[in-house]
């Protein structure tokens, strides 16, 4: 593969313009004014007080003191790289977004992957989702696909995501992340809330202790909708799989590198891209006409359900190569803001509840975590598309707006950016009609039918490790009451998976399995859903 230094790589040019280097230069404040010493204040005498006027003194540790900004409130833990999307099929059947339709363009990107759970300076190789966002540096803009390397989630609200965290983080009086206690919540929750089976059955299997980021793969998870020249919608999920496979540690292998090298992940990427081993993954979609909306036996809709490959083939359209390390951590790593709302023409989102939620979520937290509403100037987030709007002012504004009026419409001098016309984004005009309620549709309501898939597709040896996990993780929570109440709906999936799990935790086994209704009372569903158990 050519080395990308010697391509045209817009996003490249548009950073290489604000990376400085120290080489050759005189140290200086941040007024440019050269400093004679930086190792002694000023003081009186040799052996006297400092004085306030020492003006380099005052500036250095002041800019120390505010060198931290608040970690993500989840996924704080990361690592990224940048590299580049080539296209092989073109969706111009499906999409007018250019990069996803044009196969001689090569779009830059900015992936970061991440944990969920642990705080920044966490270990890589705990048993946790791994977040895996990408930035597509479009010529119609920025687009994020900010997903993980499991295909569901925990919830299928987002009005219940920060229950929800609260629960996996540690808890407040002890802020200890592994303490028996920590168990004590995310059990509760768990118990409490069975749409959250599917995603644990992934969490307690090795898809949750990826071998290297290299090594797993990626899901858009939502739903989403493509839409066409013509305005006709096709649902779409969005898939990563990694050209090396798909790989995991082993419990007590990812145990103790945790210890003997928490960064083991973050320089395993770092390593590949310094050595040229350039991690690849393959882009994929699966494409559900919208008039199969509702075909399924689950709803489209539900962030706790995949599109089984059987009944939707992944089709493989795309390649991802990360091939360069970012220059700073800090600026390109630490400050890049994935949003979920960030779309090109072509591209449109689903009623998805959780996928909502999550439009209003990451804008709001990136206002206060990289401080106000202009850090989408900062390089790493910058599209190299040009950006022109009547935004202005604002904590770091780094543009320098020219022109007398900033409103629409003007007819002063300096001109006013048009609106609309080709190649600007329309929402799919999707009716909708309703009462206003605060009630989740009854299609939404089988918790446990895609848990026993899971578990009925994996080999001896992975519900080995999976009953193993169970054990082990449950078996930290000190409240008898919670460990019934899921080994309960671990009876709901499978009865020999909660008959094994109960008996290394000391819980009673169900005598038989449950009632395999699945919690479903439509008779249409249920009818659905034994066909499923019959699979
Ligand atoms: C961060 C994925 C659900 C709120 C992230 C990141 C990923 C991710 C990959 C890290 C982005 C980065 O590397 O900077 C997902 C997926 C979800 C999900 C796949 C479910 C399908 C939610 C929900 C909410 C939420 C429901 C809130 C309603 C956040 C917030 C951050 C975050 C606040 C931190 C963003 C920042 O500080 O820049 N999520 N998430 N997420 N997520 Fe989610």
């Known amino acids: 593969m050519a080395d990308p230094a010697d391509r045209a790589d817009p996003k490249q040019e548009q950073m290489d313009l604000r990376r400085v280097s120290p080489e050759g230069t005189k140290l200086t404040t941040d007024q440019g004014i050269r400093v004679d010493d930086t190792d002694n204040s000023l003081s009186v005498g040799e052996r006297g007080p400092s004085l306030l006027e020492d003006f380099h003194l005052r500036e250095k540790i002041t800019h120390f003191d505010h060198e ?72 119609q803009g920025n687009f994020d696909l900010v997903g993980n390397n499991m295909p569901v989630f925990f919830i299928q609200d987002g009005i219940k995501f920060p229950d929800f965290v609260h629960a996996v983080k540690p ?104 050595s040229g081993a350039f991690p690849e993954y393959e882009f994929g979609v699966q494409l559900v006409p919208a008039e199969d909306e509702h075909r399924f036996d689950f709803d489209l809709l539900d962030p706790t359900k995949i599109i089984p490959e059987e009944d939707v083939p992944v089709r493989p359209v795309g390649t991802l190569v990360l091939n360069r390390n970012p220059g700073n951590f ?18 449109d989102f689903s009623n998805d509840p959780l996928l909502q939620a999550r439009l209003f979520s990451y804008l709001d937290t990136q206002l206060i975590r990289l401080g106000g509403p202009n850090f989408p100037q900062i390089p790493v987030n910058r599209p190299v598309a040009p950006v022109h709007n009547h935004h202005r002012d604002g904590y770091h504004q780094m543009e320098v707006h020219q ?71 449950l078996g930290k929570c000190d409240h008898m009451h919670i460990r019934e109440g899921v080994v309960g709906h671990l009876n709901h999936v499978d009865h020999d998976l909660a008959v094994r799990v109960a008996e290394g935790i000391g819980v009673s086994p169900p005598e038989a399995a449950a009632t395999p209704n699945h919690g479903r009372s439509s008779p249409a569903l249920s009818q659905a859903n034994s066909a499923a158990d019959s699979v």
């Open 68 to 139: 931290r900004i608040p970690e993500r409130v989840v996924h704080a833990r990361g690592a990224g790289a940048y590299g580049e999307f080539t296209l092989h099929e073109s969706l111009a059947e499906y999409t007018t977004a250019e990069f996803l339709t044009d196969t001689s363009l090569t779009t830059p990107v900015f992936v970061r992957f991440s944990t969920v759970a642990g705080s920044r300076g966490s270990a890589d190789t705990v048993r946790d989702v791994r977040g895996f966002a990408t930035k597509f540096y479009t010529r």
């Open 171 to 274: 808890e407040p009086m002890s802020e200890i992340p592994q303490a028996s206690s920590a168990h004590d919540t995310l059990w509760d929750f768990v118990q409490l809330q069975p749409e959250t089976m599917h995603m644990m059955m992934w969490l307690m299997s090795d898809r949750a202790l990826p071998r290297s980021f290299a090594m797993m793969q990626g899901f858009g998870v939502h739903t989403f909708r493509l839409v066409n020249a013509e305005g006709r919608p096709t649902f779409v999920k969005f898939h990563w799989k990694p050209k090396l496979g798909t790989h995991s540690l082993a419990w007590d292998e990812s145990q103790k590198i945790a210890g003997k090298n928490p960064d083991f992940g973050r320089a395993d990427l770092w390593e590949r891209i310094e």
């Open 330 to 347: 800090f600026a390109e790593t630490e400050q890049v803001a994935f949003h979920l709302g960030n779309v090109v023409p072509g591209i």
């Open 403 to 473: 022109a007398q009026a900033a409103y629409h419409k003007n007819s002063l001098s300096g001109g006013c950016p048009a609106v609309g016309g080709e190649g600007s984004f329309t929402h799919y005009q999707e009716r909708v009609e309703g009462n206003k309620i605060r009630k989740r549709s009854e299609s939404f309501a089988d918790h446990y039918s895609q848990a026993t898939l899971f578990w009925n597709s994996m080999a001896d040896w992975e519900k080995e490790h999976i009953v193993g996990a169970f054990r082990f993780e």
